[in-house]
Nanobody, 118 residues
Framework: QVQLVESGGGLVQPGGSLRLSCAAS????????MGWYRQAPGKQRELVAL???????NYADSVKGRFTISRDNAKNTVYLQMNSLTAEDTAVYYC????????????WGQGTQVTVSS
């Protein structure tokens, strides 16, 4: 069994910062990439940021320059540092991992709510 456990969401004022964490555990042989997606009410889930095992990153245009994704391979953990948050960043944030357990597959966390409001 593979589990992704997220933490760090919450309520923050506009212009504030939050740091999300996601730890993968279980029978993991290799993690190819980890990332964060988000889904706002009434909208489709969208990619926020992605990082490969080699450290290559990809960001949605809407978060470039404000969000930073990083990864601790030894801990199978990915982080998302979110700065200069706006109301448009309000969503449920989901961690994703492309990894090999007994086979290669995508795994998802349970989601963590981020609310940006004054």
């Amino acid at each position: 069994q593979v589990q992704l456990v997220e933490s760090g969401g919450g309520l923050v004022q506009p212009g504030g910062s939050l740091r999300l964490s996601c730890a993968a555990s279980g029978n993991i042989f290799n993690i190819y990439a980890m990332g964060w997606y988000r889904q706002a009410p009434g909208k489709q889930r969208e990619l926020v940021a992605l990082i490969t095992s080699a450290g290559s990153t990809n960001y949605a245009d809407s978060v470039k320059g404000r969000f930073t994704i990083s990864r601790d391979n030894a801990k199978n953990t990915v982080y998302l540092q979110m700065n200069s948050l706006t109301a448009e960043d309000t969503a449920v944030y989901y961690c994703n991992a492309d990894l090999r357990s007994f086979s290669r597959a995508d795994y998802w966390g349970q989601g963590t709510q981020v609310t940006v409001s004054s």
